[in-house]
């Protein structure tokens, strides 16, 4: 069985993931389409679509009317918009974007002068007499973009260049309180039938499936009388599927209709298949059979807020504040005011946003209708995410790479590839707004591919630039050096010889001219070099002048510099001669005489010092200190002995130095042995008085055996030392007198 006759047979496909919602769809159905007013003012941006927005045609000021454009273009991907109604342009100025990112964008605001004044109308098309790219342009001028939420130029889809298997028609709807597609199919099913017919005439399928969940009977009963009536059951079936959400996303719908997957990077027509969805479908019917561009829409107004839900058809740019206040949402228990449904749609900081051609409902719940927000917990990778993503993705990778901003990561783990559903969002136990982080994210990684296509571009010029810099450079010597043979080649023709030749042939002989004089005469050459010779030798001996010794003698002052430097070394004979007389120094026998002398009297001051302190320390110290007044003394003997042995040896040097002394140093040894008599005198006294104390004390004492006999030691030394002392000073005294 072929595939056509599978899919006429009634069969199916399914796919991975998805969820079941509440659907909260027929509070909002039971009510007609009504038309909302025209509002006060409109707000009409100039991009609500894929691509680029279109070049301003109008101004400040204008008076425009219903169906009048306001942007032009002449590509497919820039999809003009029009005015709603007529009026006036009040300005045109940068307004918060009704989308997730918020960022503001171009907008014309339009005074609406009530009037509702239209251009002249326009007689309807005979579309199977029109070409599919006349067709292309028409749909392309009435504004038409996907309707169903994506906003792709809706003309862009429709070529031929491929062959088409499938038309396939969205009416699914998933999206749970969203009922704008469900209503427009029970009312107006005939037109959308022609809207059908006339895709079909442009992309000739071989068979159209319209795809709508088995949750609206009436509209799929609508439909399939609308295609009895015209008589198109063969070409033209209607496929209830199971509702699951998302059926309306546009792989998921076709790959439940036709078993077919486009895999990534592909677009449904290289698998031979276009979907448009059921809204867009009625607006091609309005574009080419009733000649109206794009200026309205139909928007499901629903959740307990509004006294009524319904659907309204309203004009394009009407500010969601107008809807909200003339169909009486009570503003003041809405939880929040949600543009598109619980799943997809994302909340409105404030209402002064406006209506566009991909808004297809507003919902104003109450506290009740929907999970209380809640601060995000931390992601906890429990993976309920990855099961019901209908893409295959991985929301949590996504998740942290877009609160990193990752670019690259973003585009290794697929994000462009998100349909934006919010099932993950739906299942997330930790409430974190996947979905609003994954539109945010795309906003990023759509500028950063286009800086890097800018880049790329700028590259390419560059590069383009330089190769045609170095082909006009080729050319240009190329042209020069054909001209230059063309000339050669006339000259050649005109004189009968080849003027190059020629004038090699005079350069080599007036060379040869030069080199060799003929008949003995000095040729031109060799007279210009005797004259640069003759002006070069004239010029040196001009400097030779310039700086020759003049002849006058000058004055021989030899005989003065001979004298002078005899007198220089005379005084110096002289100075050396004086300077190696004996000078004394610091070691000399007399300074040693004189050392040696205040030696002893510092020993004398210390022996008398050591005396006095004895018999004050004697009474306070111990048993065992009673010697040490003996040991003073013998100290006092020992320094006295040292002293007149000093004395002794600085006495005998004496002599040998007197003879180099000077006159005052004279005296000096005489007074030295004064000196050192008197010390020894007074050693004498000291050691005597010592001998004394210490036998007093002895007497006092007599319990301390032990130490008696020192003192009596140290007399008989002090008396010894003393008797050495005298004999020196005596032998002093006569070397003194001698
Ligand atoms: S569902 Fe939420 S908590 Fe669980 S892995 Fe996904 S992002 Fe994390
Ligand atoms: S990652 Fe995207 S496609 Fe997947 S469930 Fe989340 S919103 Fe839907």
Redesign the pocket.
């Given at each position: 069985m072929s595939l056509i006759e599978q899919i006429k047979n009634g069969k199916l496909w399914r796919y991975l993931?998805g969820v079941h919602p509440k659907e909260n769809k027929t509070q909002s159905t039971s009510l007609a389409i009504t038309t909302a007013s025209i509002p006060k003012h409109l707000i009409i941006p100039v991009k609500q679509h894929i691509g680029q927005g279109g070049q301003v045609i109008v101004a400040s000021g204008d008076r425009v009317l219903k169906g009048q454009p306001l942007t032009a273009s002449d590509s497919f991907m820039t999809v003009p918009v029009h005015a709603p109604t007529s009026g006036t342009i009040e300005h045109i100025a940068q307004y918060p974007s009704t989308h997730p990112s918020v960022t503001p964008a171009i907008a014309i605001k339009l005074v609406c002068d009530q009037e509702d004044q239209a251009i002249p109308p326009q007689p309807a098309l005979d579309y199977k007499q029109l070409s599919t790219s006349e067709l292309q342009q028409h749909i392309s001028q009435a504004g038409v973009a996907g309707m169903g939420g994506a906003g792709f130029p809706t003309a862009v889809k429709l070529n031929d260049r491929q062959p088409i298997e499938f038309l396939l028609i969205n009416a699914a709807e998933c999206e749970p309180y969203i009922t704008s597609d469900d209503v427009l199919m029970r009312e107006r099913a005939d037109d959308i039938i022609q809207g059908i017919e006339i895709l079909r005439h442009m992309i000739k399928p071989t068979l159209c499936v319209i795809g709508i969940e088995d949750n609206k009977p009436d509209a799929a009963q609508a439909l399939e009388t609308a295609i009895k009536t015209l008589n198109l059951s063969d070409d033209i079936i209607v496929r209830k599927v199971p509702t699951k959400y998302?059926n309306g996303g546009e792989k998921q719908l076709i790959q439940m209709l036709t078993g077919k997957e486009i895999s990534k990077g592909q677009i449904p027509a290289q698998s031979g298949i276009v979907m448009q969805n059921v809204g867009t479908v009625y607006a091609v019917k309005q574009a080419i059979i009733d000649r109206q561009p794009l200026l309205s829409r139909i928007v499901t107004l629903t959740g307990k807020a509004f006294p009524q839900p319904r659907n309204v058809q309203a004009l394009i740019g009407t500010p969601i504040s107008a809807l909200l206040s003339e169909f009486e949402c009570d503003e003041t228990k809405a939880a929040a005011i949600i543009y598109g449904g619980p799943m997809m749609g994302f909340t409105l900081p404030h209402t002064q946003f406006s209506l566009t051609k991909t808004g297809n409902c507003i919902l104003t719940p109450v506290k009740d209708e929907i999970p209380q927000v809640r601060e995000a917990d931390a992601c906890i990778r429990c993976g309920e995410?990855s099961e019901?993503?209908?893409?295959d993705?991985l929301?949590q990778q996504?998740h942290w790479y877009s609160q990193a901003k990752d670019v690259k990561k973003l585009n290794d783990y697929n994000l462009m590839d998100?349909?934006?559903?919010?099932?993950?969002?739906y299942v997330c136990p930790s409430q974190i707004p996947?979905?609003h982080q994954?539109r945010i994210a795309k906003v990023e990684v759509r500028a950063n591919d286009a800086e890097l296509a800018a880049a790329a571009i700028a590259k390419e010029r560059f590069e383009k630039r330089n190769e045609r810099l170095a082909l006009e450079k080729a050319q240009r010597e190329q042209r020069q050096k054909e001209a230059a043979e063309k000339r050669r080649a006339a000259a050649t023709a005109t004189t009968g010889e080849d003027p190059v030749k020629a004038a090699m042939d005079r350069i080599k002989k007036s060379k040869a001219a030069e080199q060799t004089p003929a008949n003995g005469q000095v040729s031109k050459g060799s007279a210009v070099a005797d004259a640069i010779a003759r002006a070069k030798a004239k010029k040196a001996a001009a400097a030779s002048t310039d700086t020759a010794v003049p002849d006058t003698p000058l004055p021989n002052n030899a005989a003065v510099i001979a004298e002078r430097k005899a007198r220089k070394a005379a005084a110096k004979a002289k100075r050396e001669a004086e300077g190696s007389e004996p000078v004394p120094t610091a070691t000399s026998p007399a300074i040693e005489a004189k050392k040696a002398a205040v030696a002893e009297a510092i020993a004398r001051a210390k022996a008398k010092k050591a005396a006095a302190q004895s018999p004050q320390s004697e009474t306070t110290e111990t048993a065992t200190d009673t010697s040490a007044p003996a040991i003073d003394a013998k100290k006092a003997a020992v320094a006295a002995a040292i002293a007149r042995a000093k004395a002794k040896k600085a006495a005998a040097q004496s002599p040998q130095s007197e003879a180099t002394e000077t006159a005052t140093d004279t005296p000096a040894p005489a007074i030295d042995v004064k000196k050192a008599a008197v010390a020894a005198a007074i050693a004498r006294a000291k050691a005597k008085k010592a001998a004394v104390k210490e036998t007093q004390s002895t007497q006092e004492k007599t319990t301390e055996v032990a130490d008696s006999a020192a003192p009596a030691v140290d007399n008989k030394k002090a008396a010894i030392a003393a008797a050495i002392a005298k004999a020196k000073a005596k032998k002093l005294a006569q070397l003194g007198d001698k």
């Open positions: 993931g998302p995410c019901v993503c209908p893409v993705l929301p996504l998100c349909i934006e559903c919010g099932a993950c969002s996947l979905v994954y």
